[in-house]
T-cell receptor
């Protein structure tokens, strides 16, 4: 496996369900991100992790809970979501050298539908 | 408040044409301006990027033109091909933080054979 892999690729869940999205990067990077992509809207940065520590939370509702157990894995735990949370969730990674951080590498995304 | 405004929303050109996608930004602290290309079912991938110390950058058939005074930058695709059909996103960031990008809304490009 190379690059950034995300599972599952598609997920349908009810508003009362609890599910998780998984991301794994095989690039040796030390920073990982979650982005939300909705139709006709800019990609929205949700969370940033550097060296496993969360460094950014862009006012994301608490029904989204990230977890970064190590620099290669990132999870997004989902609970009591709303239909407007239906979107493509993209994971990305980069090499953060403390100054000019490197290129973002994106996964193919997890398409989430909330019924 | 949308910090990076992108236009047009969609664009159709014939093979060999030169599609141009424009972006405008508001924050003068932005100092890194990349373009990402996204094919259906794939994640965005970095295509080309520019910093405000130059007015133009070329990589193959792709060119970024940058106008610092107007706070605008654009992507030109020379000799466009059907394989260039994709969604293109401009973005901007500040302070060397190439990872904390503010994205535009995207332009869906279709290059007809």
């Amino acid at each position: 496996e190379t690059g950034v892999t995300q599972t599952p690729r598609h997920l349908v869940m009810g508003m009362t369900n609890k599910k998780s999205l998984k991301c794994e990067q095989h690039l040796g990077h030390n920073a990982m991100y979650w982005y939300k992509q909705s139709a006709k809207k800019p990609l929205e940065l949700m969370f940033v992790y550097n060296f496993k520590e969360q460094t950014e939370n862009n006012s994301v509702p608490s029904r989204f809970s990230p977890e970064c157990p190590n620099s290669s894995h990132l999870f997004l735990h989902l609970h009591t979501l709303q239909p407007e949370d239906s979107a493509l969730y993209l994971c990305a990674s980069s090499q953060d050298n403390g100054g000019d951080t490197g290129e973002l590498f994106f996964g193919e995304g997890s398409r989430l539908t909330v019924l | 408040q949308q910090q990076v405004k992108q236009s047009p929303q969609s664009l159709i050109v014939q093979k060999g044409g030169i599609p141009i996608i424009n972006c405008a930004y508001e924050n003068t602290a932005f100092d890194y301006f990349p373009w990402y290309q996204q094919f259906p079912g794939k994640g965005p991938a970095l295509l080309i990027a520019i910093r405000p110390d130059v007015s133009e950058k070329k990589e193959g058939r792709f060119t970024i033109s940058f106008n610092k005074s107007a706070k605008q930058f654009s992507l030109h695709i020379m000799d466009s091909q059907p394989g260039d059909s994709a969604t293109y996103f401009c973005a901007a960031s500040k302070g060397g933080a190439t990872n904390k990008l503010i994205f535009g809304t995207g332009t869906l490009l279709a290059v007809q054979p």
